[in-house]
């Protein structure tokens, strides 16, 4: 399945595809419904968008549109994890009354790292409360600033509600589709990105996809990840029959044998036997890759220098979290200042609190390593980090996270000490002893509870202690280790500020030989 180039005279341009995304409850699904003049939310639980969907907007006399509309941004970014790159421009919805929240700042990062052009939609500008100013001067400290104050990012103020700006967002982004010269070859055989399936109970599995190339018609056979089949139907996301599907356009299809992953590339092929052979390897891969535990390998620090060298590495990404702003700014500053002639350093994506999913998948899908300053991830992360094989670093002393990057583009880096975590003990009740001071009764979740072992506090994924137990206790008897499932009574030397919900988590520190890179 070699990618065909196809012959600049017959490229033909396409219209774009754009993704919604922002902060939760900034109105990006009633924004769409706005513009399809559909109600896509009322349908919805909870009226929030539970699966991805892609719709059309014909623009008249001047053009169509395709949106995708996602569950945040991570289901973005699970894509370009899997390869498939598939949006033109991110519409950055706001709302003019809130402003800049984490998820605005995450879904930046995230549309940053796929080098995907930004356009900052306004919402809810009808509102007395709302406050635009404040909003562009939130957006400037994030580098987009508005062409009113002499930037480059469009800003449009709009109204899901009222319908204000709504005409002026949509001639702005084919305005901005033009720029970009989008283009594609509609007479080839298709090929796309699957955006999502489902296995529904008359029409068995129904994939939406979203053609990129080529035009998609009626009978064709189809191979997406392990699954292969004729097109029986083709349906637009209003529900109706179509014959085609040109580029940049979605639509529905049916005759799939089974429901591919989000994400997916799928392609024509004209023989069946072939189709057939490419889906049974493809199959006995995935089994053998689940037997054997496998990961793709992602970069590390350790084999920087040796990627380096072999020039197939030209710039380090780095995602960086901490537990204040003052040091994310200060880790960012000191990184990007280490210059080096064969590789840059780029910060993808800074901010507080612990690592959490959203930062382990921007990692997958830029292959970045992440650096924790006083934060932990948390255990969706953690089971995330060691599937998908990402390199996390966890720091206390900013020049050491800088000695490491440093050491690794030289080639000297040497890991010679190693955690090794042993167990998570969660305090769910706290006794007050007028002798010792604060007594945690906790349990042991995960692993075990030894008396020797190093211990860190975290409280909301932050650390806020790092020691050791002065005692452990089992029921009256001091005992020297608690196993998971068990309670335990424990006291932290040197802290006294316990509280419930605390979890304790204890490491040991092993010595590990040098790595020769």
Not at 118 to 140: E, F
Not at 211 to 226: F, K, M
Not at 335 to 343: D, N, Y
Not at 466 to 473: I, N, P, R
């Amino acid at each position: 399945l070699e990618k065909v180039s196809d012959d600049p005279s017959k490229l033909k341009p396409r219209p774009p595809v754009v993704t919604l995304m922002g902060h939760v409850d900034h109105g990006k699904t009633s924004l769409l419904d706005a513009i399809r003049k559909t109600n896509v939310a009322g349908k919805e639980a909870g009226q929030i968008t539970q699966h991805i969907g892609a719709y059309g907007v014909d623009i008249p006399g001047k053009g169509h549109v395709t949106f995708l509309d996602t569950p945040g941004h991570e289901a973005f970014t699970a894509m370009r994890a899997r390869g498939a790159n598939v949006t033109d421009v991110v519409v950055l919805v706001v709302a003019a009354d809130d402003g800049v929240m984490p998820q605005t700042t995450e879904a930046i990062a995230h549309a940053r790292a796929a080098g995907c052009p930004i356009v900052v939609a306004l919402n809810k500008s009808d509102l007395p409360t709302a406050d635009p100013q404040r909003v562009m001067g939130g957006l400037q400290k994030l580098d987009l600033v508005s062409e009113e104050w002499g930037g480059k990012t469009i800003c449009a103020k709009v109204s899901a509600k009222t319908g204000l700006g709504i005409e002026e967002l949509l001639e702005m982004l084919l305005l901005e589709a033009e720029v970009l010269e989008l283009k594609a070859n509609p007479d080839r055989s298709a090929q796309g990105t699957v955006i999502e399936a489902k296995l529904t109970k008359g029409q068995g599995p129904v994939a939406t996809m979203l053609v990129q190339n080529g035009t998609l018609r009626v009978g064709d056979l189809v191979v997406a990840g392990q699954h292969y089949g004729k097109v029986r139907a083709l349906r637009n996301d209003r529900g109706k029959a179509v014959k085609e599907a040109r580029p940049s356009y979605a639509v529905e299809v049916l005759g799939l044998s089974g429901t591919p992953e989000a994400g997916e590339i799928f392609v024509v092929i004209s023989d069946e036997k072939v189709a057939r052979r490419l889906v049974e390897k493809r199959s006995l891969e995935i089994r053998e890759r689940e037997i054997k535990g496998f990961h793709p390998k992602h970069l590390s620090l350790e084999d920087l220098y040796s990627q380096m060298k072999e020039g197939r590495v030209k710039e380090l990404k780095l995602i960086i979290k901490a537990d204040v702003q003052g040091s994310v700014e200060a880790l960012t500053q000191s990184l990007e200042q280490i210059a080096a002639e064969k590789i840059k350093i780029r910060v993808l994506h800074g901010g507080v609190g612990g690592i959490n999913e959203s930062d382990v998948m921007l990692a997958v899908a830029s292959d970045a390593i992440v650096i924790g300053f006083h934060v932990k991830s948390d255990e969706r992360a953690e089971v995330l980090i060691e599937h998908e094989g990402v390199d996390v670093r966890f720091y206390n002393i900013i020049y050491e996270a800088i000695e490491d990057v440093r050491k690794a583009m030289e080639g000297l880096l040497e890991p010679t000490m190693k955690e090794v975590v042993e167990g998570r003990t969660e305090v769910r009740q706290i006794f007050q002893s007028s002798r010792i001071g604060k007594i945690g009764g906790a349990i042991v979740r995960k692993g075990k509870l030894a008396r020797n072992h190093h211990i860190r506090v975290i409280r909301n994924n932050i650390i806020v202690h790092v020691g050791k137990l002065a005692s452990l206790k089992r029921f009256k008897d001091d005992v020297r280790e608690a196993q998971e499932g068990y309670d335990c009574g424990v006291v932290v030397d040197g802290f006294n500020e316990l509280q419930e919900g605390d979890i304790l988590e204890s490491y040991r520190i092993e010595k590990v030989a040098t790595k020769l890179v």
